[in-house]
Nanobody, 120 residues
Framework: QVQLVESGGGLVQPGGSLTLSCAAS????????MGWYRQAPGKQRELVAT???????NYAESVKGRFTISRDNAKKMVYVQMNNLQPEDTAVYYC??????????????WGQGTQVTVSS
């Protein structure tokens, strides 16, 4: 079993910044892609950004130039630095990662989510 725990959400004013962190734990042998997704009220969950084990990144068009995803493979953590936040960024942000467990089974796990609210 693989667990993901997010932290760093909160209330921020428009134009402000936040950094979300996600820690993976459990019987992990290897992690492939790590990423962040978000779900606003009444909307479907959508991609924010992903990063592969090799460091290749992919961003949603709406966050390009404002958000930066990074990871620490040794610590099994992924981060997203969010700058110039806008009200439309308000959502529950979820961490996701996939890979293989110590038992050579594939996993694809989600965190419980952390709320980000952008409001004046």
């Amino acid at each position: 079993q693989v667990q993901l725990v997010e932290s760093g959400g909160g209330l921020v004013q428009p134009g402000g910044s936040l950094t979300l962190s996600c820690a993976a734990s459990g019987s992990i042998f290897s992690i492939n892609t790590m990423g962040w997704y978000r779900q606003a009220p009444g909307k479907q969950r959508e991609l924010v950004a992903t990063i592969t084990s090799g460091g290749s990144t992919n961003y949603a068009e709406s966050v390009k130039g404002r958000f930066t995803i990074s990871r620490d493979n040794a610590k099994k953590m992924v981060y997203v630095q969010m700058n110039n936040l806008q009200p439309e960024d308000t959502a529950v942000y979820y961490c996701n990662c996939n890979g293989r467990t110590s038992y050579n089974r594939a996993f694809d796990s989600w965190g419980q989510g952390t709320q980000v609210t952008v409001s004046s």
